[in-house]
């Protein structure tokens, strides 16, 4: 129900910044059942308590380097910048999503994740959440405003975009976000993305410590994960 | 204004069919990883990939595309491609990556792996990636079985073990780019490995087990006939806390359970797996506790006349249970609305053997493959080497086409997996006017 509920919360956000957006007429005959579909095994309300914070380990999987960004502010910026060392949950989106499975949940679950860091304000001086936008032609940093607006986050919540394509790809492809335009029959852009919804926990050091997409991502359990790096971190500095 | 109200209606569609439930399935197979996309609509490939025989075309395994969709009669049931990896490494299983754009296949025997890029030509698949290192990642594991994949990374179960080759294995995790992570080793007592399937709305994977190097590069017959070599056969499964990657409970499963199927309707807390040895069905169901219990809740034809059951699908609504048996070379479908009651609705003679099976989610096509492994294959004229589809109505499987490998000269065909044209086109259903052809 609590997923259910962020879900309805996330779409309503989603479809009131996506009102004016260049969507094509077609998409009416689109049967959103077979978007939902493509994820749908995937989309899950977990049945489970989170094991114990730093009762496990969180390899390494991947470390990634830094990129510009366009800040909500309209200021240059970078991921660094705004990550500053701290640890970070990254998440790719487009404001005109409409895969229920796709940025509304992801969205859902950062917002949730943001409620809960301000009621820890000693977690919260050790993270930083970080929403991009894959869709810099539509995703200004206007939009990403408006859309942080929507949130109002209480903790430290990041909406950034990028200047270009050329910026963004290297982005993409440094983080293993796959995303594609989904076309119609004539190879015109349907103004929708074919893309797999991941979010990504990184450590201070920017090295990607766990990768969240729908059947794995769930705001309790990266809160967890979260604490089990800094109990991590703890640990390094005794032995240290 | 009109653009308002069709972002808002399908947010609210996309929203409601995800909450209730209520997506209906469109095709794809029914056994593949939650933590990647299907494709909706008809298959248009299927990607078998399959062992060389010596004096067979190349001799070399081989990832072969088969045309699957009917409505492209010039390709359906045609092999469109092959695309050859060099030399003989046992051939086995292989999965897709977190965005389905590239399959991951090993080789049982030297550890081998490659990557095919399906995406840029779904008809034309390429190796763009091969990892020889595996046993050395590792840490000495064996065998590379199931590729399971995981959000940004790909889960690999082994087999064996380099330091003697039998059944001690363990679980190893690959990023995407092909860098290793880490390697779990199964717990003592339930060290031997073969299958994992998660269960998202859990946080549990089990995994099955099966036999070593030793074994399963001898000849079967020499197996049988070796009470020493009987003994080192898997008789357990193991559940694991999936996030911490933590085994947590050891079932007792004797028999050699292999194929694990987790159910895949809300509030089925259960799997089935079968056991090659004992040739029988065995619920794996979560207790009330939380715990697992694993119990046999059918014997599949005469375990007494060892028919080796070795694949299983199920059906996307948790009804059928498709069971392959290599030895007679048939399918038995079972009626698992009651797990607990298994009951044999159809028997199919699908062959001289039969391993592999894989059912639409659609539940409307059932694919076959007749390997199992180089050196437990039927010899002579029952060594029959085919990919056969069949349609299901719900009561019976009927013929749809076969592809002889022996005939094409492509070898012992082993895991099937599907693609689609639309899908790694990345074009889009928009109404039945538009919807789109596949162009090659």
């Known amino acids: 129900m609590r997923t259910s509920r962020l879900l309805a919360a996330a779409g309503l956000v989603l479809a009131a910044v996506s009102a004016g957006a260049g969507d094509d007429p077609r998409l009416r005959a689109v049967d959103p059942a077979e978007l939902g579909y493509t994820y749908g095994v995937g989309a899950f309300a977990p049945e489970y308590a989170a094991p114990a914070p730093g009762s496990y380990a969180l390899p390494t999987i991947d470390t990634v380097t830094d990129h510009p960004l366009l800040g909500a502010d309209g200021r240059s910026t970078t991921l660094f910048a705004l990550t500053r060392g701290r640890l970070a949950v990254v998440a790719f989106v487009y404001t005109t999503c409409i895969e229920a499975a796709g940025c509304p949940l992801s969205l859902g679950v950062l917002h949730r994740l943001d409620r809960a860091l301000a009621r820890d304000r000693q977690l919260a001086r050790r993270v930083t959440l970080v929403t991009i936008s894959f869709d810099p032609a539509r995703d200004t940093p206007a939009r990403m405003a408006v859309m942080r607006s929507f949130h109002a986050p209480e903790s430290d919540w990041r909406f950034a975009t990028t200047r270009s394509e050329a910026e963004l790809q290297p982005l993409l492809a440094d983080f293993d976000q796959p995303v594609a335009k989904l076309r119609f029959a004539d190879g015109t852009w349907s103004g929708l993305f074919r893309h797999v919804l991941k979010v990504f926990l990184l450590d201070g050091e920017h090295r990607v410590r766990n990768v969240y997409s729908v059947g794995l991502l769930d705001a309790t359990l990266v809160l967890t994960d979260l604490r089990t790096l800094l109990l991590e971190t703890a640990a390094a500095g005794t032995n240290g | ?440």
């Open chain 2, 1 to 440: 204004m009109m653009r308002r109200v069709g972002s808002g209606f399908v947010v609210s569609v996309a929203l409601a069919a995800v909450l209730l439930g209520t997506a209906a399935p469109r095709a794809d197979e029914t056994c593949m990883s939650p933590y990647m996309p299907k494709i909706t609509g008809q298959e248009d490939y299927v990607y078998v990939w399959t062992l060389g025989v010596e004096g067979e075309g190349d001799g070399s395994d081989k990832l072969v595309t088969i045309g699957a969709n009917p409505a492209d009669a010039a390709h359906y049931g045609k092999v469109l491609s092959s695309v050859s990896v060099g030399g003989r490494h046992e051939a086995h299983h292989a999965g897709f990556a977190d965005d389905r754009r590239y399959l991951w296949a090993g080789g049982l025997d030297d550890s081998m792996i490659w990557v095919f890029d399906l995406a840029t030509d779904p008809a034309h698949p390429k190796v763009v990636r091969t990892i020889d290192s595996f046993v050395k990642d590792s840490g000495g594991v064996v065998g590379p079985h199931t590729f399971f994949a995981l959000p940004g990374r790909m889960l690999i179960t082994g087999l064996s073990n380099d330091k003697d080759h039998g059944g001690r294995t363990a679980l190893v995790e690959y990023n995407n780019d092909g860098k290793f992570i880490q390697t779990l080793w199964l717990p003592d007592g339930a060290e031997y490995g073969y299958d994992a399937r998660v269960q998202p709305r859990l946080n549990r994977m089990l995994t099955s087990s099966f036999t070593g190097w030793n074994n399963y590069m001898k000849e079967l017959g020499k197996v049988i006939a070796d009470p020493e070599a009987m003994k080192h056969f898997g008789s357990t499964m193991v559940v694991w806390d999936f996030h911490a990657r933590k085994p947590i409970q050891t079932l007792e499963v004797p028999g050699a359970p292999l194929e694990i199927r987790w159910a895949l309707q809300p509030r089925h807390n259960y799997g089935f797996t079968t056991t090659a040895l004992t040739s029988r069905i065995w619920l794996v169901e979560q207790q009330d506790d939380g715990t697992f219990r694993a119990s046999a809740v059918a014997d599949i034809a005469d375990p007494k006349r060892v028919p080796l059951p070795v694949d299983v699908s199920l059906s996307a609504d948790d009804r059928y249970l498709f069971v392959d048996t290599f030895m007679d070379g048939s399918c038995r479908v079972y009626d698992v609305s009651d797990p607990h009651h298994p009951r044999l609705v159809h028997t199919k003679k699908i062959g001289a053997q039969v391993n592999m099976v894989s059912e639409t989610w659609d539940g409307k096509r059932v694919y076959f493959t007749s390997s199992l492994l180089a050196n437990w294959d039927k010899t002579g004229k029952d060594n029959e080497q085919f990919l056969k589809a069949y349609g299901w109505d719900g009561r019976q499987l009927t013929p749809l086409f076969a592809v002889d490998f022996a005939k094409e000269g492509l070898g012992r065909p082993h895991i099937m997996h599907f693609g689609q044209e639309r899908f790694y086109k990345n074009q889009i259903y928009a109404g039945d006017a538009a919807r789109l052809t596949a162009v090659r």
